[in-house]
């Protein structure tokens, strides 16, 4: 079965700890994303890397980091200068080159992270 | 960048139809999709409508686009309780993704 793992679902960190969450995708797609939603709230865009070994900032990624060694992986760490990282996180994948449906993103479960 | 707007929320009675509307600014959008996220889940896609077309149906789901007022709406016909999530209206411009902030829909039995 194609799709996009991540691991953990939920994610406890006190305050000052550094975590890293991991997103893994077996659909060949060259694009990935990672995206912040917080309660009520729509999606933010934290980092997104269209190809292995580049990798982009998103609209909020101020206190975390990303790394992009295989085509298959993408994680995200939320360092402890992120001031309020309580969240819900969601990894996203896409093909480049458009399909009928154009470049959809395919979506992981999601990580709940909160910090006490 | 692209502004997508939604309305927050949406409540109806099963059995009725559910219209969920969704406007973007940037005329050169592609494609536009509706995803679905249940609680505590990631997004799913529903549907999606190429820009060149003025409707979609699949099933119980019918896409309106409206490019002169970039006005985009899904429909559910027959809405069951089981369509109680939250509706994402998204936008592709030039290989980049706008969503919009979402639309709660409460299905009343």
């Known amino acids: 079965d194609g799709g996009i793992t991540q691991s953990p679902k939920y994610l406890f960190r006190k305050e000052g700890q550094n975590v890293t969450l991991s997103c893994e995708q077996n659909?060949?797609?060259?694009?990935m994303y990672w995206y912040r939603q917080d309660p009520g709230q729509g999606l933010r865009l934290i980092y997104y890397?269209?190809?292995?070994?580049?990798?982009q900032k998103g609209d909020i990624a101020e206190g975390y980091s990303v790394s992009r060694e295989k085509k298959e992986s993408f994680p995200l760490t939320v360092t402890s200068a992120q001031k309020n990282p309580t969240a819900f996180y969601l990894c996203?994948?896409?093909?480049?080159?458009?399909?009928?449906?154009?470049?959809?993103?395919?979506f992981g479960p999601g990580t709940r992270l909160t910090v006490l | 960048g692209e502004d997508v707007e939604q309305s927050l929320f949406l409540s109806v009675r099963e059995g009725d139809s559910s219209v969920i509307n969704c406007t973007y600014t940037?005329?050169?959008?592609?494609?536009l999709y509706w995803y679905k996220q249940e609680p505590g889940a990631g997004l799913q896609l529903l549907t999606y409508i190429f820009s060149n077309m003025d409707m979609k149906q699949d099933q119980r789901l019918t896409v309106l686009l409206n490019k002169k007022d970039k006005h985009l709406s899904l429909r559910i016909a027959d809405t069951q309780t089981g369509d109680s999530a939250i509706y994402f209206c998204a936008v592709a411009t030039f290989n980049k993704f706008y969503f919009g902030s979402g639309t709660k829909l409460n299905v009343k039995p």
């Open positions: 996203a994948s896409s093909a480049t080159s458009g399909g009928a449906s154009g470049n959809e993103q395919f």
């Open positions: 659909l060949n797609h060259d694009a």
């Open positions: 890397s269209q190809i292995v070994n580049d990798f």
């Open positions: 940037d005329s050169s959008s592609t494609y």
